[in-house]
């Protein structure tokens, strides 16, 4: 039974189906509620060949698999799905409006699950490393390159605090400023030199690899140095325009603010995943989406009994009175002692 009198007006509208819209839209789609995600189809996931810190896979699951997971089991709750890019959103009368690539959307409830971007250093035969010898981030790829020699490419604080973090996973560790001027402060100057961290300040000319698999840095004056993992910290590109215009509140970084429900600055705007300020990982994102569809959920739900929506859908439920069971009204007999 549909709850909304208007056919093109959504209870909720997703945009963004990677680890956390997926995971919001499985949580609204079982709790009857109409969800459609619109997804560009670029999630960060897709980068991942085995990821290893996903509750549930012992033996690891392709970041691609695990969205494919996510889009049956939220299919399966009635979510509906499409590929679309929205460009810019509006919001009137307590309704935004979704203009896309293809067309225009118009919801009661807009939760924006639409990542982030991280930069990856331009430095020739990198990009083909991505999610297999070159990496972000220390807490999902650490573990992996135990006692490998690691090359983290930076200049500033967070680079030393990358390759001082790094020590926990191998002996072998050096930084590469890639000719940029270092700019991190005296203290992570010391820290440097206390740990002895190998720094090389020469520009990186390219990256020789074989089938994805790092071998060395080439640098610009033809000297080498062998490695086999490398991590950047170059940055990251916060995918909050939507939010943005609608005027949510964001970090300084461009994070969306949200408080522990999910809830944006902005009335009926929920935001989840690596757009928000949370640490960037799937299990998160994926907590995130639930969250937030738990109080996207009970937002509405609150909504009907205040507008009486619920009563008419209660109206339509008792018109169909076989659905309903009846209730003796006659006392219950007094068992004999
Ligand atoms: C190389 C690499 C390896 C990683 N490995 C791991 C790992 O091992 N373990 C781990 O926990 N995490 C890992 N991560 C991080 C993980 O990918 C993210 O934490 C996760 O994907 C975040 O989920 P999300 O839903 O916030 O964003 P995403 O999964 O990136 O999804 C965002 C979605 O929004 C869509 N979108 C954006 N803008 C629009 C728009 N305007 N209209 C429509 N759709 C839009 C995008 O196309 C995308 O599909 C890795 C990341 C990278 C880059």
Redo the contacts with the bound molecule.
Sequence with gaps: MKRSADPDLREVIV????????SAAIYLGRAQRDVLV????????K??P?????LGFPNGVG?EQL?KNGRIQARHYKARIIR????TVSSRKSIFVLK?KRKTYRTKRLLV????F?LPPEIPGVKQC??HSM???K???GCRVRGKRIAIIGANNEAVESALGMLDYSACVVLATNGEEPHWDKKHERWLAEYEIPVARQRIRDVDHRKRKIRALQFASDAAIKIDYIFTTRGDIF?N??AKKLGAKLDPDGQIKVDQCMRSSVPRLYA????TPAN??????AGQ?AAAAQAINRDLFEESLASHSLRRFREAQLEEDKTVPEVSKSKPKRRKK
């Design positions: 945009v963004g189906g990677g680890i956390a819209g997926l619109i997804d560009s189809g670029h999630s960060m996931a980068w991942e085995v990821v290893q810190n996903y970041g969205l679309d890019e929205i460009r896309g699950a639409t990542g982030i991280h991505l999610g990496f972000f981030c807490d999902c790829d995918h325009q939507l989840a995943g690596c757009v960037c990982q799937m299990i998160i994102a989406g």
